[in-house]
């Protein structure tokens, strides 16, 4: 039987409480989902120190807030004391491996009011291993989505919110019904925009070019990452631009990446073979320059790791 990954406590309304106890009555879920925004944050273990971090936990915690701004949801007082309770939630279950993270904000039915500002909101954040598949040798084959990724003037990408969701869905049902990996979202405008849950990255003559923030895209942090990492660490040349459809099948390289999904290589698109097919030596390093950073193997950027606090064993 499979083991039950129910960690012994997770964090709701700003106290860290037994799982079992964090609870709505059922009528409070049925239109939560319509309103509700989260993040999906990963802390990664390393076995060679005995440490763990959360990586990017203030950027995630500030697009949080961004979104229930957008949404103009009331904002609950406690969204960035999660900066401090988070390793604390992590360190209380005892977790040594490699764990997502997911925080989501709600207003429940009972309490809900018509007036924005008169609405309390619910908070909760939970914990859940999700192994790493950083080391994997495999190249994804994905099509184009005959569903256009949702725009600003309908239901902004910039938003993370579960409705959104509905569209990478729909996208990722129709591609693996048709037998391939996932979808590659065109815009409205029919220019390249995301993977389903994920960013999309192409090199070309050795230039690093992801769609613009104009492209009906989330502002993902791992975009932010790889773009730094691409600069800073591999002095690659690194570009935000609009890219055309036929311009993916040019590609020498090309990979999808995002918190869960970290770095997914590419080998083929509509059955056109990118480059070699294979994960690209550019994406090879890029990839492993993140593996390191995420796991507190490199020196890069410090700041973008928050450490677990130890558990005292007396
Ligand atoms: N685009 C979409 C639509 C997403 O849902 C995600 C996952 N959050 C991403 C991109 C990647 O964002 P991040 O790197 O912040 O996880």
Not at 39 to 47: C, L, Q, S, T
Not at 55 to 72: K, M, P, T, V
Not at 210 to 219: A, H, I, N
Request: proline share 5%; with cysteine.
């Amino acid at each position: 039987m499979a083991e039950s990954v129910t960690p012994p406590y997770l964090w709701f309304n700003g106290r860290i409480v037994p799982w079992a106890s964090a609870t709505l009555h059922a009528t409070d879920t049925i239109w939560a989902g319509i309103s509700t925004v989260f993040e999906g944050i990963r802390a990664y273990w390393n076995p060679r120190t005995e440490t763990m971090h959360i990586f990017r936990l203030a950027e995630h915690l500030r697009r949080l807030e961004q979104s229930i701004r957008l949404i103009r949801m009331a904002m609950p007082h406690e969204v960035m004391t999660l900066l401090e309770d988070l390793p604390m939630l992590i360190a209380r279950n005892g977790i040594r491996e490699d764990t997502y993270i997911r925080v989501v904000a709600f207003p429940s039915e009972r309490r809900m009011a018509s007036r924005a500002d008169e609405e309390v909101i619910n908070l909760l954040a939970d914990t859940a291993p999700l192994p790493s598949h950083l080391h994997e040798d495999r190249a994804r084959h994905l099509m184009i989505s005959s569903f256009i990724r949702i725009s600003d003037s309908i239901m902004s990408p910039l938003i993370k919110s579960t409705a959104n969701y509905r569209n990478s869905e729909m996208g990722v049902r129709e591609a693996q019904h048709a037998g391939y990996d996932g979808p590659i979202f065109l815009n409205r405008l029919g220019e390249v925009a995301e993977g389903a849950w994920s960013t999309f990255f192409m090199l070309r003559n050795g230039t690093l070019i992801t769609p613009d923030l104009q492209s009906d895209v989330l502002e993902s942090v791992t975009r932010d990452t790889m773009l730094r990492l691409a600069d800073e660490e591999l002095s690659l040349r690194v570009v935000e631009r609009r890219i055309g459809r036929t311009e993916l099948y040019l590609a020498d390289e090309a990979f999808l990446c995002g918190t869960a999904a970290e770095v997914q290589p590419i080998g083929t698109i509509d059955r056109l073979t990118l480059g070699s097919g294979e994960i690209g030596p550019i994406t090879r390093r890029l990839r492993s320059a993140y593996a390191q950073a995420v796991r507190g193997e490199s020196a890069a950027r410090p700041e973008w790791r928050v450490p677990i606090p130890q558990r005292r064993t007396s």
